[in-house]
């Protein structure tokens, strides 16, 4: 049970912060979604080793990430992505970040959600709502005792028991193949139409989608900045690897000529026993980043958004504050104010609002898998005002930039793209198109504001 704000939204642990161990942990086991492995495995039945390659390319995120987040903490002094887009930009550029932020949020609770009810029933059915509902609800429950510091530790426990699953799973396809992997390394084409322009598009949106995910951003300043950056650096090769070998379920369906979701249709092929594995990893990665959507919106809700206003903010920088005194028979009692109790009580309660709204379209059987493509495509005008923060620019190059990604965004998933700005061919060659465009409009539109409205020396 977090009982002060450094555990509760810092991840603390009585007196220490996350280790480089647990915050790696943490970082990629929240970042294995259950729609995104399955995603992954669709992509390597699609097209082979080139989709699984494609979609794993999305981990150099945490590389960019890293890097970035360390430079603004040790050169900016930044606290945390709102401290700096409130010192540069102003609040009003603040607030429609967390907006953004907001939406992707409030996409991974249901989108995670129905993957699981997929593994007990078809939509519909009431097993289906009810393993959704006992599932989210059985999440819930230790992510409002613990906050970050249960989201923390529990994420060691799921990365120890994905590793296991997933040696498991290819353990029982290697006898499938006759244990000769050479086919699988030779699957599909290394063409743009085969995979080959969804693997441009992951290297592109790298510098631009991991910081509307607070999930990985608020992880970056949690721990000293040394030791956060080497997480981050160790988190994109495992990342990587972990979303590779989970495209080999895919890969084999292709080989075995299965049709409709990968992970589902090879694992029934694979017989009971690994139908079951298949459930439990599902549930493993889906847990995984429920929590940590819970604690993130907790934290924008509270701290980022300043519902918490006037009370102390959770220490980040590798010293967390003591809060505790020991008796004389050597136990701890820890303690906080009535006024701290009052923060967590509202982190408490605003993780029970995201539930409740995220819930909502598992009722209404949305599209799983369009979240992060929607969101994706949405959010490119990021890139600059983070990759090149140490230039100071004006908020009108904020707006400029990140507007344009939004109009990008929005003319994509409304069908209005227009078709000779579309790129090579393909399944994703629309979204090609519209990511080039808005890497290069972005990046101009940002060093225009620079030149329209210069900043203040």
């Not at 390394?185 to 969804?198: K, P, Q, R, V, Y």
């Not at 609002?353 to 009722?363: Q, R, S």
Request: hydrophobic share 50%.
């Amino acid at each position: 049970m977090a009982r002060t704000a450094s555990e509760f939204f810092g991840g603390a642990r009585r007196d220490r912060v996350p280790s480089m161990i647990a915050l790696t942990s943490s970082l990629v086991i929240s970042w294995l979604f259950a729609k995104s492995i399955t995603n992954a495995a669709n992509l390597g039945l699609a097209f082979g080793l080139v989709g699984g390659v494609a979609y794993a390319a999305y981990y150099l995120s945490f590389a960019v990430a890293g890097f970035v987040i360390y430079d603004m903490r040790t050169r900016g002094g930044f606290r945390s992505i709102h401290h700096f887009l409130s010192e540069r930009f102003g609040r009003k550029a603040m607030i429609l970040f967390s907006l953004l932020i907001c939406f992707r949020l409030f996409n991974e609770v249901w989108s995670n959600t129905m993957v699981i009810g997929s593994y007990f029933g078809g939509v519909g059915e009431p097993a289906y709502y009810a393993a959704i509902l006992v599932f989210t609800a059985l999440t819930l429950a230790y992510s409002l005792k613990g906050g970050m510091s249960s989201s923390i530790l529990t994420d060691v426990i799921q990365m120890v028991l994905f590793g296991v699953l997933i040696t498991i799973i290819l353990l029982a396809l290697l006898p499938k193949v006759e244990y000769d992997i050479a086919p699988m390394l030779s699957s599909g084409e290394w063409t743009m139409a085969a995979g080959g322009n969804l693997l441009l598009v992951a290297i592109l949106q790298s510098f631009s989608y991991p910081f509307h995910d607070p999930v990985m951003t608020d992880r970056g300043f949690l721990s000293d900045p040394k030791t956060t950056l080497k997480a981050f650096l160790w988190a994109a090769p495992i990342g990587f690897l972990c979303i590779l070998l989970f495209s080999v379920v895919g890969i084999y369906g292709g080989i075995a000529g299965v049709q409709g979701q990968a992970p589902v249709e090879v694992a029934k092929l694979l017989g009971g026993p690994i139908l079951l594995v298949m459930n439990f990893i599902m549930i493993t990665s889906a847990a995984s980043t429920l929590d940590s959507t819970f604690t993130s919106f907790s934290k924008l809700a509270v701290v980022d958004l300043g519902a918490g206003k006037g009370l102390a903010r959770p220490q980040v920088q590798g010293e967390v504050k003591k809060q505790w005194a020991t008796k004389p028979d050597g136990s701890r009692i820890f303690f906080s104010s009535p006024k701290e109790q009052g923060l967590l009580s509202a982190g408490r309660l605003a993780m029970i609002t995201i539930v409740i709204l995220g819930t909502i379209p598992v009722f209404l059987n949305p599209a799983i898998l369009s979240a992060t493509t929607v969101s994706g495509a949405m959010v490119a005008g990021l890139a600059p005002v983070f990759c090149l923060w140490r230039i100071k620019a004006p908020p009108l190059s904020f707006w400029l930039s990140v507007g344009f990604g939004l109009f990008c965004g929005f003319m994509l998933v409304s069908g209005l793209w227009p078709e000779w700005l579309t790129v090579s061919s393909g399944k994703y060659a629309d979204l090609l198109g519209v990511t080039l465009v808005e890497v290069v409009g972005c990046f101009s539109l940002y060093l225009l504001g620079m030149q329209l409205q210069p900043s203040e020396p």
